[in-house]
C-alpha cells in the first residue's frame, strides 16, 4: 500500500471514512543512523523503561481486575512480561 500523507490520514480518520488500520503501509527499513540513536537512547533510557512498564502492568492490572486487557504489540509483551494480564495481540497495533 502506498504511504498516505499525514493529513490525509487525519481527515480520513476523523471524519469516519477510514479507520487508521486500513491505511498502513510498508514502513522504509530503519537507516543505520535511527538504529544507532535507537540502541544509545535505549541503553540510556532501560532502566526507567523498566520502571515505567513495570507500573504500567501492575496499574493495568489493578484497574482491570479479571477482565482481559488487549493491547497492540510490542506493549502487551512488556506488559505481560512484567506481570500484567495483557493479552498479546497481533490483531491490534499498537
Same mark, same amino acid.
Do not use: C, N
Given at each position: &500500500?502506498? &504511504?498516505? %500523507?499525514?493529513? *490525509?490520514?487525519?481527515?480520513?480518520?476523523?471524519?469516519?471514512? &477510514? +479507520?487508521?488500520?486500513?491505511? *498502513?503501509? /510498508?514502513? %522504509?527499513? %530503519?537507516?543505520?543512523? +535511527?538504529?544507532? *540513536?535507537?540502541? /544509545?537512547? *535505549?541503553d540510556s533510557g532501560a532502566a526507567r523503561l523498566a520502571r515505567e512498564v513495570s507500573y504500567l502492568a501492575r496499574e493495568l492490572a489493578r484497574r482491570a481486575g479479571d477482565e482481559p486487557i488487549v493491547l497492540g504489540q510490542p506493549r502487551s509483551e512488556l506488559v505481560f512480561h512484567w506481570g500484567g494480564n495483557a493479552a498479546p495481540s497481533s490483531a491490534c497495533d499498537g
Open positions: &500500500m502506498e &504511504m498516505t %500523507p499525514v493529513d *490525509l490520514k487525519e481527515e480520513l480518520i476523523q471524519s469516519g471514512k &477510514m +479507520h487508521y488500520s486500513d491505511m *498502513l503501509s /510498508r514502513e %522504509p527499513e %530503519p537507516t543505520r543512523w +535511527h538504529s544507532d *540513536l535507537f540502541t /544509545r537512547a *535505549l
